[in-house]
């Protein structure tokens, strides 16, 4: 019987000590405000700075006016809140409210709320004092603006567009300037690089073997370079002489297709000499002697003066002064022509 009633008081006490514990865990929300200067000019920001208190995973709300706290003060702007985990289950929310006034005065803000699940907790009342500027009551008239012109700092990016647009002008101007210019003048718009003409086989045979001489590559002991740049240039000249594909060609069949063409038994002798050394020098690795190197460009050049192609002029015809002054004047007395 005794055991029983003790079960049943447990029964009745256990529920009720578990309510009181829950409920002096779960504390209430609080909210405290705080603000940066308490004393202003008109027109001057100050800051104040929101704390909430609560705990975890509980939902609370704070109002916040949007724009004017009371009669005289505005809200600038408010700072995204920011959450902070404090321990014990507890976190600690943040935000910041930049405020101004354009009225001296001495205000007491209202107490900001914070709702935690239908209970309201107030937070206290700061007061702020604006201040106005020191009047001269002597010169009634003279007026001074709450903060002096502020001159913006210069940044390029502000003036690009503009500079682009002079930039493009620039280069509109010229080129409607040279379109025309070569419209004039009754040129092509694209100017084309003329084509020199090519020179003649012998001069150009002549500058690569100038050019062959200045090197001087035998006496550095590049035969087989001095040797071959001497027969290209040769085999070159060939070709462009008397159109014979020189540069595929063996030493004897080169030999076979100049007979053909030139009659001149020094020019073979004198072309023979330089190949057959070089083809010596390039296959069975000889080495020359000075004086037969010097031969093989002597006779270079030799060859070259012997066999190149000689461009007749036909000189002018003189008349007898009596013949020539009968022309002139018949040429007159017709009108045009031309005077023999």
């Known amino acids: 019987m005794k055991l029983n009633k003790h079960i049943l008081l447990c029964s009745v006490l256990l529920p009720a000590l578990m309510w009181q514990s829950t409920e002096a865990d779960a504390l209430e929300s609080q909210i405290g405000v705080r603000i940066d200067t308490a004393e202003i000019l008109i027109g001057e920001q100050t800051t104040l700075f ?15 006016p949007a724009d004017t706290l009371m009669t005289g003060v505005e809200v600038l702007s408010m700072s995204t809140p920011d959450t902070v985990d404090i321990g014990n289950n507890r976190i600690e929310i943040r935000q910041n409210i930049l405020i101004t006034s ?3 005065a001495l ?14 907790t107030c937070s206290e009342q ?31 990016a ?7 647009g002079v930039f493009l002008a620039i280069i509109l101007a010229i080129t409607i300037i040279y379109i025309v210019k070569r419209l004039k003048n009754r040129k092509s718009l694209i100017p084309l690089r003329k084509r020199e003409p090519p020179l003649p086989p012998h001069e150009e045979a002549v500058k690569r073997l100038d050019v062959i001489k200045r090197q001087k590559l035998w006496q550095q002991g590049k035969n087989k370079e001095y ?18 594909y020189a540069m595929e060609m063996t030493t004897n069949e080169i030999m076979d297709a100049i007979r053909h063409t030139c009659e001149t038994r ?3 002798d004198t072309l023979r000499q330089i190949l057959s050394l ?16 010097d031969l093989s460009l002597k006779n270079a050049y030799l060859f070259v003066s012997q066999t190149r192609q000689v461009e007749f002029v036909e000189p002018p015809v003189e008349l007898p002064a009596q013949q020539a002054g009968n022309g002139e004047t018949n040429t007159s007395n017709s009108g045009g022509g031309e005077t023999l």
Request: avoid cysteine.
């Open 227 to 244: 040797h071959t740049q001497i027969t290209d240039t040769l085999r070159h000249y060939i070709f462009r002489r008397y159109g014979i």
């Open 107 to 120: 205000y007491l803000l209202p107490p900001f709320m914070v709702i935690d699940n239908g209970d309201t």
């Open 266 to 268: 020094s020019a073979h």
């Open 126 to 156: 700061v007061a702020l004092k604006v201040w106005t500027l020191p009047v001269n009551t002597d010169a009634p008239n003279e007026f001074f603006d709450i903060k002096g012109i502020w001159r913006p700092p210069f940044v390029w």
């Open 278 to 293: 070089a083809d010596f020098v390039k296959f069975a690795k000889l080495h020359p002697l000075p004086d037969e190197n």
């Open 158 to 164: 502000d003036y690009y567009p503009v500079i682009l």
């Open 102 to 104: 354009f009225d001296s």
């Open 50 to 64: 929101l704390t909430i208190t609560t705990d975890k995973g509980k939902t609370v709300y704070w109002p916040v």
